[in-house]
């Protein structure tokens, strides 16, 4: 999965340090190698536990992770705030599920570069620049590439799924601002982690059934839980206090390349040459979208 638990508190306009410049580089790459083996772990889950029984997994021990490191504070905030942190969390369990869904259907890599089509949109919406939207439509020519063969080779529910997990992953961005200016630190993620395990819990359980409770799954899920959430949250919350938003945010956008390096290596999926030259596109399109969104942000103003 692409997706990571920042929390929406973390400064996102904060000037980069000069030093550490290559450490910061290295974190973030690194964390985009644990989120994506940490989805290529997770299909290996499936056979044993479906795929419900894999994002319960998941999502439950980390929320028992970040609840115990966080211990966020019930009392203290308001309805709106209450309905943010139950929006954010459907955001979650939906994006979790949607993207396990796929991955279970289409490759990594490919599924990724559909996911990453949410975000890529928000940003060129956003920004409402001309420049935005030569890019997306650089991302609309890589997509047309994944698909000249023919969805079908993909699986048409896979595509479907990836999309609905692209969708699910701009709501995620989008509340995580919200839940981040009315918690402190972490909490509001610690509540809608929560929120989401609890939603998945149900068809978690009738999927994996007692299975769940099988000490080597319980070890797995505690592994993908650790390589999907703790560390690459724990490495990208050291790399921002070291680079810029902007220059993360572009090193984010190569997740589609690290997902089909994680694919090839742990699932032997290959892809052909155009796949992998549309995946290209959409990594270049996603980073030129993001560029031109800060160049629209504009430097941050004084403290």
Avoid at 60 to 84: E, F, K, N, Y
Avoid at 268 to 293: F, K, M, N, P
């Amino acid at each position: 999965m692409t997706d990571t638990l920042l929390p929406a508190s973390t400064p996102t306009d904060a000037p980069p340090q000069r030093h550490g410049g290559v450490l910061a580089v290295g974190l973030v790459l690194g964390g985009a190698l644990s989120v994506q083996f940490g989805s290529a772990v997770a299909a290996l889950l499936f056979p044993r536990t479906g795929v419900a029984g894999a994002v319960t997994l998941r999502l439950t021990i980390s929320a028992v992770l970040l609840l115990v490191v966080c211990r966020p504070r019930l009392r203290g905030h308001d309805r709106s705030a209450w309905l943010a942190v139950g929006a954010f969390g459907l955001a979650l369990a939906g994006m979790n599920s949607l993207f396990y869904q796929a991955i279970e259907r289409i490759p990594l890599g490919p599924t990724v570069t559909l996911e990453v089509l949410g975000p890529l949109a928000l940003s060129v919406f956003t920004a409402r620049r001309l420049a935005s939207w030569c890019w997306a439509g650089l991302a609309l020519a890589g997509v047309a590439l994944l698909g000249q063969g023919g969805f079908d080779r993909l699986n048409p529910a896979g595509v479907a799924f990836a999309f609905g997990a692209g969708t699910m992953w701009a709501a995620y961005i989008v509340l995580s601002a919200r839940v981040g200016g009315r918690f402190p630190g972490a909490d509001g993620l610690a509540l809608a982690l929560t929120l989401a395990a609890l939603v998945t819990l149900p068809l978690g359980i009738v999927d994996g059934g007692m299975v769940l409770l099988d000490p080597q799954v319980l070890a797995y899920g505690a592994a993908l839980a650790v390589l999907a959430s703790g560390l690459p949250y724990t490495l990208e919350l050291l790399a921002l206090r070291r680079m810029s938003t902007s220059t993360f945010a572009v090193l984010m956008s190569l997740g589609p390349a690290v997902a089909t390096l994680a694919g090839w290596l742990v699932l032997r999926q290959a892809l052909t040459v155009s796949e992998c030259v549309a995946i290209v596109l959409v990594i270049a399109a996603s980073i030129g979208a993001v560029r031109v969104s800060a160049a629209v942000a504009g430097p941050p103003g004084p403290r």
